[in-house]
Every structure is written in structure tokens, then in C-alpha cells.
């Protein structure tokens, strides 16, 4: 028999969140050359649902209603606005009865706020979009949130980061059922990552370091940004503010809430991605300009906060920059 796969899609969803892994477990059915799995749209009320996009989808189901057939596998796909939506405890007490009944259960992108909502997610590690996810780990601190994680596989839980992604939890999913080889096919025939490099890090614009604190340390801070190539040592910041050492650094942690040389180290990555997405000079010449002390600084600093190395952020992203 076909395995049910039941994909929740609540008003305002994200298109592809839903679409994603629809389309790849339905190539997974055209490479099988037989159906394994049925695929069934949810919703909470009947009618078509609104995406965020402004298109329209129509449910097979509604949710509480008229699913009685066994789920195999339960995602609920994410919304722009899920961090802020009210819970609907309709959907919310509808998912705390079925997925655990389901085979697998899971989210695409903010669809872990629904799951985590009905109580589904504490003890578990889980990923999310990297924009939301230290507000998933804030709202519900019983959950453990991997935000570089592109997915995450926790016993029956499966969660995964930022729309595309979805294509990426579908595909693990396709391969724990059919295997490796139908999965190839699949990612191949829908020209997509088997498995893709690196986290969802190197997507994110959360590294950019933004002053913080009184308006002198701002000053400051600002200053270090426009010049990150300066030599700057908790003495010679101390120095620009006219502090000693010891009372400036007690200071800036206190009102910017991490050390000086942890806040100068992510304004030289951030200069440093700039560079590099610009495409026009090596590691090396970037390291320099940058003020880290030699290539294999900058690379260690890098793959720290990105999670990916400085010549492979280059050719992934120097490109769409030009």
C-alpha cells in the first residue's frame, strides 16, 4: 500500500514549503514506476489556502474532520509569520493527537513553532529558519535548536531549516524508504544537492555585528567596522575611550553582552564575506585586509561563524554578487 504522506498547510504559508517536497516525493513515485506514496494536502478550514506569495492552494483534507486514513509520515510546512501567529488550538491539539501516531512527524522551516506549540519538540533537537531560531529556542526552552543544521533527524522527528530545505528532509526521507540509488535519481531529475554542502550559515546575514551599548561604545564600535583591518587590541580600544583596559573590557561585555575581541572578530568576518562575495581578491589578500594576522586565521575565524571555508564561500556566492 501507498504510504499517506500529510503535509499541514496553514493560511499564509510559504509556497515552496509545501510544494518542495510534495514534487520530490512525487518524483520518487515516477522513479519507483508505482505509486509509494499518496500525497494529501491539510488544512484547518475548509476552501482555498492563501500563501504568502498570494497564490492559492486546495486542500485534500481538513484537519480534524475528515482525515481517518493512517499517516505514514506528517510535515507541517512553516509560515513568514508562524514566530508571531496566535496558536490555533485546533491545529495545535490536532497535532499533539496525530503525529505521534504517524510513522514520522516533522516541519519545514517555522513549521517547528506549531509542533513545538503542542508540546511535540521538548527534549528534542531540532532545526528552523536561521532567522527565527534563536526565537524557537527563546519561546520554548525545553527544545534544542540547531541553527546551522540544514535538517535534523530526531528519532521519529524530522525537522528541517529554510524552504529549500524541504526538498532536503524529502529526499532523506525518500532514501530511508527506497534508497540510495532512487534517491540519486531523484536529485538528479529535479537538479538538486544529494546532499547539500555545508549549514544554512552561509546563508545567513545574522553575523553582521551591530553596535550596541551607550552612544560612546557605539562610536566605537561603528569606528571598528569602517576599519577592520586596524590592529584592534582590548588596550588600544581602552585607549580610544579613554578607559584602562581592565574597566573597558568589564564594560563592553556588560552593555554589549560579549567580549571585545569576540565583537572585532565577527566585524572581520563580515568584512571578510563582503570581499569575498565581491570575488575580486584571494583568502589571503582578504585576510590582510581584513586584519587577520595570515590566511589560516581568517579560514579558522571563518568556517567558525559561517561554517564553511572562505575559498568555498567564494565560489558559492561570488557569482550571484557579480
Not at 238 to 244: T, Y
Request: with cysteine; glycine share 8%.
Amino acid at each position: 500500500m501507498a504510504k499517506t504522506i500529510v503535509m499541514v498547510a496553514l493560511p499564509g504559508v510559504q509556497l515552496l514549503d509545501v510544494s518542495g517536497p510534495l514534487d520530490v516525493f512525487a518524483e520518487a513515485n515516477a522513479q519507483a514506476g508505482r505509486e509509494i506514496y499518496r500525497l494529501l494536502i491539510a488544512a484547518s478550514e475548509p476552501g482555498p489556502i492563501r500563501a504568502s506569495s498570494g497564490a492559492r492552494l486546495m486542500p485534500d483534507r481538513i484537519i480534524d474532520r475528515d482525515i481517518e486514513e493512517a499517516i505514514d509520515t506528517l510535515l507541517v510546512a512553516g509560515c513568514p509569520n508562524a514566530a508571531e501567529m496566535p496558536a490555533d488550538r485546533v491545529v495545535v491539539d490536532w497535532l499533539r493527537r496525530r503525529a505521534p501516531m504517524a510513522r514520522r512527524f516533522g516541519s519545514v522551516c517555522s513549521g517547528a513553532f506549531f509542533l513545538a506549540a503542542a508540546g511535540l519538540l521538548d527534549g528534542r533537537r531540532v532545526t528552523t529558519h536561521w532567522a527565527v531560531a534563536e526565537q524557537l529556542a527563546r519561546q520554548f526552552p525545553g527544545v534544542t535548536v540547531d541553527e546551522d543544521a540544514i535538517q535534523v533527524s530526531d528519532g521519529a522527528l524530522r525537522t528541517a531549516a529554510g524552504v529549500t530545505a524541504g526538498l532536503d528532509l524529502a529526499l532523506s526521507l525518500v532514501e530511508e524508504d527506497l534508497g540510495h540509488e532512487i534517491a540519486m535519481r531523484v536529485a538528479s531529475q529535479l537538479v538538486m544537492f544529494f546532499k547539500r554542502p555545508g549549514g544554512q550559515m552561509q546563508f545567513s546575514r545574522k553575523g553582521e555585528a551591530v553596535p550596541a551599548g551607550r552612544a560612546a561604545l557605539q562610536e566605537l564600535q561603528r569606528w571598528v567596522a569602517a576599519n577592520p583591518g586596524h590592529g584592534h587590541s582590548v588596550a588600544s580600544l581602552a585607549k580610544r575611550m579613554d578607559l584602562s583596559p581592565r574597566h573597558f573590557a568589564r564594560l563592553f561585555r556588560s552593555e554589549v553582552g560579549i567580549t571585545p575581541a569576540t565583537w572585532v572578530e565577527e566585524v572581520r568576518v563580515h568584512a571578510a564575506r563582503r570581499l569575498l562575495e565581491q570575488g575580486h581578491e584571494a583568502p589571503k589578500q582578504v585576510a590582510v585586509h581584513c586584519g587577520f594576522a595570515d590566511a589560516n586565521t581568517l579560514r579558522r575565524a571563518f568556517t567558525r561563524h559561517v561554517g564553511v571555508t572562505p575559498a568555498e564561500y567564494r565560489k558559492r556566492f561570488a557569482l550571484i554578487a557579480a
